[in-house]
């Protein structure tokens, strides 16, 4: 399976983004896909997360009700559309990808990057003050 983010770049506070993550090769064998983050000198830190096949989705506390995480099966890419952006929104952007399927109820492991099986490169947000 490859991943394949695209979509960062510079803006203004307030301002928005939209982030695109496109998967191929045995992309089938995902169920749920998610957005990490990690600004310099910080850890990776869990963004959203979406079920391919239910579209259900989960977001991180600081992040909900700004960000809205989608998918289009049909393309195979999950798009993480980003609104009123903060300086501390400033990071690099990674999309992953994991085999278990996206919990009804128990969503914890959906914050720890190692329950994910594929990753794709990261793309840099910076939002500017």
């Known amino acids: 399976v490859q991943l394949q983010a695209s979509g960062g770049g510079l803006v203004q506070t307030g301002g928005s983004l939209r982030l695109s993550c496109g998967a191929s090769?045995?992309?089938?064998?995902?169920?749920?896909m998610g957005w990490f983050r990690q600004a310099p000198g910080k850890e990776r830190e869990f963004v959203a997360a979406?079920?391919?096949?239910?579209?259900?989705?989960y977001y991180a506390d600081n992040v909900k009700g700004r960000f809205a995480i989608s998918r289009d099966n049909a393309k195979n890419t999950v798009y993480l559309q980003m609104n009123s952006l903060k300086p501390e929104d400033t990071a690099v952007y990674s999309c992953?990808?994991?085999?278990?399927?996206?919990?009804?109820?128990?969503?914890?492991?959906?914050?720890?990057?190692?329950?994910?099986?594929?990753w794709g490169q990261g793309t840099l947000v910076t939002v500017s003050s």
């Open positions: 992953a990808g994991a085999t278990r399927v996206f919990p009804m109820y128990e969503r914890s492991w959906l914050h720890n990057h190692n329950a994910y099986d594929y």
């Open positions: 090769g045995r992309a089938f064998s995902i169920n749920t």
């Open positions: 979406i079920s391919w096949s239910s579209g259900s989705t």
